[in-house]
């Protein structure tokens, strides 16, 4: 991967290499987004380039350190590992970069280090990363990946370049499933109308069975949350606990169908909808919820979301939620 085949980020690639051309890089960086925007592609491209033996802007791919970068075993591309899911702890931030800053590059010009998810550094984390930032040696540049950078302390954030990826257009995200997946034209214009300029997320879904049946268990949901049982309703949330994973993406599905709904009370078109083939269920549900019960809905479950990012048990999320949008 290099930064000719990125598709979409045409901004941040020209930024990356105008800073790799006039040889102004700096100590360190934020790249905020979602989850599946392009992130860690565009990270693992700029850190390619600038370990690239020719000097250019653009990686070969063919001398050793290219080599090595694309195989994960560049000695001086370090990506910051985490033992426990939800924290990064000042221990693996101490060891994995402040300590490990201090030894010069084995064979390149400067040591690279990638920190995925860096809003899940804890606070004594981020400030035994601050004096680094503040005081690198002139080799070291750290490249923070976060989902939203205004969890991130504000000594960090007023220490880096921020660079949030946008959404890639339609027609581009087309153009690539189109040429590198065999499916069909249907699925690839769920899948756009779903990642909403996301590729990662579009390529998942067009892709994946497993994204598949969580599509399929959402629409199962919403056609019958209305007339189900307690014991269909507990098996419904059985079925949203299988998809722990995922289970954001779960409610994002969620939610699209409330938008659905809701373009279809304001426009009357079906064409606007994603949900195309349950277009009879959605009208019929469009014509008795009202605009401020569709707005609870999506209330309650970005409430769900937020609990879901305190770790509070899947199970009891689930459960409220699914009773809640029953209710409204």
């Known amino acids: 991967m290099d930064f000719n085949k990125v598709v979409g980020h045409e901004d941040i690639i020209s930024h990356f290499r105008s800073s790799i051309e006039m040889e102004r ?3 360190a960086y934020i790249l905020g987004g979602d989850t599946g925007s392009g992130r860690s592609t565009l990270a693992f491209c700029f850190a390619k380039a600038l370990q690239c033996e020719t000097g250019d802007s653009e990686s070969c791919g063919g001398c050793k350190s290219c080599k090595q970068a694309e ?6 591309i370090i990506y910051v590992t985490h033992e426990k899911p939800n924290t990064i702890s000042v221990d693996e931030i101490r060891e994995q970069v402040v300590d490990s800053m201090q030894v010069k590059p084995y064979s390149s010009k400067y040591k690279v280090y990638i920190i995925k998810d860096a809003e899940k550094m804890t606070e004594e984390a981020e400030n035994a990363l601050l004096k680094t930032i503040e005081e690198p040696p002139e080799y070291g540049v750290l490249i923070l990946i976060t989902n939203d950078p205004e969890k991130l302390l504000p000594t960090i954030r007023s220490r880096c370049i921020t660079i949030m990826t946008k959404p890639v257009k339609e027609k581009d995200i087309r153009r690539y499933l189109e040429e590198n997946y065999d499916i069909d034209e249907k699925k690839i214009t769920f899948a756009i109308e779903y990642a909403q300029g996301n590729l990662g997320k579009a390529v998942m879904l067009a892709t994946n069975s497993e ?3 969580l ?3 959402v629409i199962q949901l919403e056609t019958n949350i ?3 049982s307690m014991e269909e309703i ?3 949330i059985q079925r949203a606990s299988n998809y722990k994973m995922n289970i954001n993406d779960y409610l994002d599905l969620m939610m699209m169908w409330y938008r659905d709904i809701l373009v279809l009370k304001v426009t009357a078109s079906p064409d606007k909808i994603m949900f195309k083939e349950q277009y009879s269920i959605i009208n019929g549900q469009a014509k008795y919820l009202s605009f401020n019960e569709l707005e609870a ?9 937020r609990r879901i990012e305190a770790n509070a048990k899947m199970e009891d999320i689930m459960r409220l939620l699914i009773m809640s949008l029953k209710e409204i």
Request: aromatic fraction near 6%.
């Open 25 to 27: 890089i700096s100590h």
């Open 234 to 236: 507990s098996e419904a």
């Open 297 to 305: 809905k999506s209330k309650a479950i970005e409430s769900a979301k």
């Open 211 to 213: 994204y598949e049946e």
């Open 71 to 76: 195989s994960g075993n560049h000695p001086d």
């Open 215 to 217: 599509v399929n268990s």
């Open 226 to 228: 209305y007339d189900m």
